[in-house]
């Protein structure tokens, strides 16, 4: 009988699926219908090559596009965690919050409905190619890896 080595499931090392969080700028969950400053809700999905998953949806109470700076800080705060959010048209002083907090404003039209936004984003993930995506890749891949260093070298306390 051959000398096999058997692996435990638990400790087997796989690669880890990459998932970028994206929003949504949408009254409906079907299409990008909203300008960011005057978003009455946002759709948050967790995108994997070959799959996206709603995570989260966040209404907002309406307001007007008039340059009040206040009504960003509740938006941007929502988005925490996304690496983009997806707008009809966003303002100067909302694009320079967004990326302060590492959130990458897209402009898209109202036509473009989320499903198929999702399908392009996976896509890019696997092929590559699109800036803010492959950024986003890389940022998550150091992240892990230096995870993965800490672990490997032990945690003493």
């Known amino acids: 009988m051959a000398n096999r080595r058997l692996q435990l499931a ?6 880890p699926a990459v998932t970028i969080r994206v929003a949504f700028a949408s009254t409906d969950r079907e299409r990008v219908n909203q300008h960011f400053g005057s978003a009455e809700a946002f759709a948050i ?41 997806y707008v009809m048209a966003v303002g100067a002083s909302a694009i ?9 404003p897209i402009r898209c ?3 473009d409905e989320i499903r198929i936004l999702l399908e392009e984003l996976s ?3 696997r092929e ?3 800036p803010w995506v492959d950024k986003a890749i890389a940022a998550q891949n150091r992240s892990e890896d230096r995870f993965a260093d800490m672990a490997d070298e032990g945690w003493d306390g």
Request: with cysteine; aromatic share 8%; net charge negative.
């Open 45 to 85: 999905y967790d995108v994997e090559p070959g799959k996206a998953n709603l995570v989260g949806y966040g209404e907002f109470a309406a307001e007007a596009q008039d340059g009040n700076e206040d009504k960003l800080a509740a938006k941007i705060g929502f988005l925490d965690g996304c690496q983009a959010v």
């Open 109 to 111: 039209d109202e036509v």
């Open 128 to 130: 590559g190619g699109t």
């Open 96 to 104: 320079k919050q967004c990326l302060a907090r590492g959130i990458q």
């Open 10 to 15: 638990w400790s087997i090392k796989e690669e």
């Open 123 to 125: 896509t890019a993930m």
